[in-house]
């Protein structure tokens, strides 16, 4: 319906589409809004047509997606919304946008990477790590609470503190600590960073390669990501200068994880179709593929990794659930703020 269309345009089709939309639900289509990338997530949407016979329209975006569906209301032609980070699925509930996801087959998901009440669930796991410089660097392990000493100082990058990323180390530092400890230990990494935090997760990577820091905090997938990236071939140069530790804290919590995954719109016209995809993509097969194009964790726990994935390490996860991210993103924001982390170093 709207595939490959331009955003403009879409939107004009989406708008005059509107008022037959409930003839749709007899049309075996399924309309998906996603900010995950065509490479991801068109192979699996393909095997989901070929398998049910329902057709998968998609509508790719970089943002705006969650508005637009707010935007559109009764009207939007969405069903299933794919979108990274908790921040987005416990948005997308908390302003209405979503309603129960019906199939069982949720409950392949352990509860703790799912909404309570169905409003969305994770489909991929990602986590926050310290990738470190092979030359630079002989720790095997590090806490949390290592960055934050004067032996790192000028030695750590990342991107900026607002972005979902970082705000979802942060709330899970203030869900785990409080925020007066993680007011403590933030000011202290923000005084150990090489520059002002900028650019992508990737850019950090390419920093340690560069010789500009020593420890970058990016996810877990950027190293497949940037290791078969055909089209960049130096990004394999950038991962090969470094490699990754998963983060524990200083009494055993584990690593801080944050999920890719969907939501049922709140007016989707297609509401069984869009079941039938959440379903399909919880599947053995659906998730392995994911976790093999992609180099996510899968949310199915019986599904393995993708063997790159697991050479980088043993991920533990935090205790500290999506929810609680969630819970937590406002004051980990207004601490960002507080400290004008943007700015970079102080003291
Ligand atoms: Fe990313």
């Known amino acids: ?17 509107a008022p037959v939309a409930p003839a ?14 065509p490479g991801l997530i068109q192979p699996l949407l393909d095997r989901f047509s070929a398998e ?29 919304v794919l979108t990274v980070d908790v921040g987005n699925l416990v948005g997308a509930k908390d302003q209405g ?9 949720l409950e392949r998901v352990p509860a703790e990477f799912r909404d309570a009440d169905g409003a969305w669930v994770a489909l991929s ?4 790590v310290f990738y470190v410089s092979k030359d630079r660097v002989d720790a095997t392990a590090l806490t949390y609470e290592d960055i934050a000493k004067p032996e ?46 900028g650019g992508g997760d990737r850019e950090g990577v390419k920093n340690i390669l560069a010789g500009t820091c020593d420890l970058s905090i990016t996810n877990t997938y950027y190293m497949g990501a940037m290791l078969n990236n055909e089209a960049e071939p130096e990004q394999k140069e950038w991962a090969n200068s470094a490699r990754i530790i998963y ?12 999920a890719a995954g969907a939501f049922i719109a709140k007016h989707a016209p297609n509401p069984e179709n869009a079941n039938k995809l959440i379903e399909f993509l919880l599947s053995d097969e659906a998730q ?28 533990v996860p935090s205790r500290v659930t999506l929810t609680e991210i969630a819970q937590y993103r406002d004051e980990a924001a207004a601490l960002v703020d507080e400290l004008k982390f943007n700015e970079g170093p102080q003291h």
């Open 125 to 128: 796991l990602r986590a926050r």
């Open 1 to 17: 319906m709207f595939k490959s269309i331009p955003l403009a345009a879409a939107l004009a089709g989406a708008i005059l589409a």
């Open 24 to 37: 749709l639900a007899q049309s075996g289509e399924v309309n998906i809004y996603s900010y995950r990338e």
């Open 97 to 105: 946008l979503t309603q129960p996801i019906t199939t069982p087959a």
């Open 247 to 258: 983060p524990t804290t200083a009494d055993g919590d584990g690593t801080q994880v944050n």
């Open 152 to 197: 790192w100082k000028g030695r750590i990058c990342t991107r900026a503190g607002d972005h979902v990323y970082n705000i979802g180390l942060i709330a899970s530092r203030i869900a785990l600590w409080g925020l007066d400890k993680t007011r403590e230990w933030l000011t202290a990494v923000r005084d150990n960073l090489a520059y002002p935090p």
């Open 288 to 315: 392995q593929i994911y976790a093999d194009t992609n180099y996510e964790y899968p949310a199915v726990p019986s599904v393995a990794p993708a063997e790159l994935t697991l050479s980088w390490g043993k991920l």
């Open 52 to 80: 049910t016979g329902i057709k998968a329209n998609v509508l790719f975006a970089g943002n705006g997606l969650l508005e637009r569906v707010a935007a559109e209301g009764e009207l939007s032609p969405a069903d299933v």
